[in-house]
């Protein structure tokens, strides 16, 4: 959808949940909340209602990480399958000159869905590129700062415009049952584009996460 509106369509979308015109003052509202109100919540004291809180957050945090873990020990096996599907192809194709539309398709499916479905791991295990070249260098209070603002600013709010954006295409693909367009290509592509929602969904729950951890961070630097 947002390859089709391009960048100037976006701007310009109608305004509406999750239009432009809507989502920039809430942004910066919440970023402004961030701001003024960031610093007080860092240094508030352990209370018992803080304490049973505090509880809460780190279940929370811990049953996060803990699922991301599970689903990329899980997707870890679609790396397997594929070098299997794809030593089978080449077997086929140059061995036995017995190509097959279906085994190339499979192939771009598991390679979709592994790189797709491990987003929420790899950003646990901080794993994602970063082409800041002064992050390493920053002492751990600092790096934790921009992480808190590069995952408000940027991964948050793209994790929910992705999935706001691909529902009525994944319901679109569900209603027809929308398989491959080529002859004996692979039925059930609606359901490889049924991860590209939940994907964001789970790397939008491991971003949260992930703040947490990094207010955590914060307020032991300031102790």
Do not use: C
Not at 7 to 24: D, E, Q, Y
Not at 45 to 59: D, I, L, T
Not at 110 to 138: E, P, Q, S
């Amino acid at each position: 959808m947002f390859v089709a509106l391009g960048r100037k369509g976006f701007l310009n979308m109608p305004a509406g949940p999750l239009s432009w015109r809507w989502l920039r003052p809430r942004a910066l509202a919440g970023l402004g909340f961030f701001l003024i109100n960031g610093p007080s919540l860092l240094r508030q004291r352990h209370s018992p209602a803080s304490q049973e809180k505090s509880f809460k957050v780190q279940s929370f945090v811990r049953f996060i990480d803990a699922f991301s873990e599970k689903v990329g020990n899980a997707v870890s096996w679609l790396t397997l399958i594929m070098v299997l599907v794809t030593v089978y192809d080449v077997l086929m194709r140059y061995i036995f000159k017995a190509g097959s539309i279906w085994i190339q398709e499979a192939e771009w499916h598991l390679f979709a869905a592994n790189f797709m479905l491990a987003g929420a791991w790899t950003l646990l295990h901080d794993g994602h590129v970063r082409v800041d070249i002064f992050y390493a260098k920053y002492k751990p209070t600092t790096r934790a700062l921009v992480d808190i603002f590069g995952t408000l600013l940027f991964l948050l709010p793209y994790s929910v415009l992705v999935v706001w954006a691909s529902i009525p295409f994944v319901h679109d693909s569900w209603a027809m049952l929308e398989g491959s367009s080529d002859p004996g290509g692979l039925p059930g592509r609606y359901i490889l584009k049924t991860v590209i929602p939940v994907t964001f969904v789970f790397v939008g729950m491991q971003g949260l996460s992930e703040i947490i951890k990094n207010i955590q961070i914060i307020k032991k630097g300031e102790k």
